[in-house]
């Protein structure tokens, strides 16, 4: 199975926004989003980052505008989702399956473009987003206008996939493909529902741990930013227990990876300048 990550977009903070004492200088974060080769399943892409769709999409509701002037992405054009899959020789129509890790804007940006997609994400945090109005699933960053109409229709969730206990440091949760290659670990604190990927088969085992820390530096070396960073977290108790056990997993001679730290990975398509605007 071969996995690799693309960059969507670059989104600039603060430091100090997403690092506790980290400085005033602008960090350029990465918007990630990945492709899984699964032996069985095929082309399966994890999540669409960031597209036009949510920057300059007809749809878009005055939140959503609202959003992206404060945000201000810089899409990367090489690597949105399109290109990256015409790279390998595929089309929107050859991917069956979409894991959505979880409901935000740089996540699910994309969704439509992929009309044949099963979705593999969390039903009960599905349930609550059916359940709140479109005001108030704003105040969990959710814009309901990115979810194609058909959504619910085609949502494969996770309460339906085997689960794996945990083991030895390393996380149990729900096995994707029923092989036990790729498991969704569940990772509470940044997002409602949101889940990482535990890649079981490679020489070193990898969790993508999608938005637990903005950086590495963060998790790595217990620099968990407080407020006002907490305030767009879902539920900010739960994210040092979170990073804690990645911690412990890292401890165990595994990786970890995040969506939007800076840093080029092993498993980072990188075929765009990381310089250009």
Not at 53 to 79: H, I
Not at 155 to 166: N, T, V
Not at 210 to 224: I, K, S, Y
Request: charged share 20%; with cysteine; hydrophobic share 45%.
């Amino acid at each position: 199975m071969k996995i690799t990550f693309a960059n969507s977009a670059w989104v600039s903070a603060a430091e100090r926004l997403i690092l506790r004492n980290g400085s005033w200088q602008n960090v350029r974060l990465r918007v990630r989003y990945g492709l899984i080769f699964h032996p069985v399943a095929g082309p399966v892409l994890v999540d669409t980052g960031y597209t036009r769709e949510a920057l300059s999409g007809e749809r878009r509701g005055r939140m959503l505008r609202l959003y992206g002037a404060l945000l201000k992405p810089q899409l990367n054009a090489a690597e949105q989702v399109l290109p990256v899959l015409k790279h390998f020789g595929l089309s929107p129509d050859d991917i069956r399956t979409v894991i959505v890790t979880h409901f935000h804007a740089d996540h699910i940006s994309g969704l439509s473009l992929f009309p044949n997609a099963r979705f593999v994400a969390s039903d009960a945090a599905w349930a609550r987003v059916k359940a709140r109005t479109p005001r108030q699933n704003l105040r969990h960053g959710i814009f309901s206008e990115l979810f194609p109409a058909d959504f619910e229709k085609r949502l494969d969730g996770l309460s339906s996939k085997r689960r794996l206990e945990a083991r030895d440091g390393v996380p149990g949760g729900a096995d994707l493909f029923g092989d036990g290659s790729v498991v969704a670990v569940d990772l509470p604190g940044h997002a409602d529902g949101q889940f990482g990927l535990l890649f079981t088969g490679l020489e070193r085992p990898l969790l993508y741990a999608v938005d637990v820390q903005w950086l590495l530096t963060a998790l790595t070396e217990n620099r968990t930013p407080g407020f006002p960073a907490t305030l767009i977290a879902e539920e900010a108790a739960a994210i040092e227990p979170t990073s804690a056990m990645l911690r412990r997993f890292m401890g165990t001679g595994s990786e970890v990876m995040l969506c939007h730290d800076p840093m080029l990975t092993p498993y980072d398509l990188a075929l765009s300048n990381p310089e250009a605007g």
